[in-house]
């Protein structure tokens, strides 16, 4: 059977793509929430405001992809091909997302909401988190050199667990480094 091919076009919502491999397209407000998108290729695409609330992406292909205004609960971003995995997210909603593992160096995750999500043993170096909530957000034996985040609030990240040379952090995200301590820290 032939794998389906397409680049460069527009689908809106009501769309339903194929499995197939998808290059430099875009995808507005297309729902692909609870469906199984296993074994699709996406290089190059854009999606505005789609749901892909707990899809399935068993060796999904996402190369230099960009996620704006998008839900995103629930993904296992682990369960992709990890091959070339790239993406950057804008204002989008991923909480109870899992990174688990993955190597996603210089990821942008901007003014987002990643509440509970996994980024246990995640390569993240580089990475620039602006303006995100990382409330209940798992750091484990990540690697966080040089990633950014002076803009982001209420996460908890150790120290002693984590690879964090270099990283930023602005004053105000001091008990978030510092809570394992019991240090109470004023401004």
Do not use: W
């Not at 002076?150 to 930023?168: C, G, L, Q, V, W």
Request: proline letters at 2%; hydrophobic letters at 35%.
């Amino acid at each position: 059977m032939q794998e389906t091919y397409i680049q460069d076009k527009t689908f809106d919502r009501g769309d339903v793509p194929v499995q197939g491999e998808y290059e430099s397209c875009i995808f507005n407000s297309c729902n692909f929430a609870d469906g199984d998108l296993s074994g699709f290729k996406f290089s190059e695409c854009t999606f505005n405001n789609c749901n892909f609330s707990m899809a399935k992406l068993n060796n999904t292909v996402f190369q230099d992809v960009i996620f704006h205004g998008c839900k995103m609960l629930g993904l296992r971003f682990d369960t992709c091909d990890k091959f070339g995995l790239s993406f950057s997210f804008a204002d989008c909603l991923l909480n109870h997302t899992s990174f688990y593992s993955l190597k996603i160096k210089k990821t942008i995750f901007g003014n987002s909401q990643l509440q509970g999500v996994d980024f246990s043993e995640t390569d993240l170096s580089d990475a620039v988190f602006d303006n995100c909530d990382l409330a209940q957000a798992t750091f484990d034996r990540s690697v966080l050199e040089r990633a950014d985040f002076r803009t982001a609030f209420h996460y908890s990240i150790d120290p002693e667990i984590n690879r964090i040379k270099k990283a930023r952090f602005s004053i105000t995200g001091l008990p978030g480094l510092l809570g394992k301590y019991g240090i109470n820290v004023s401004f």
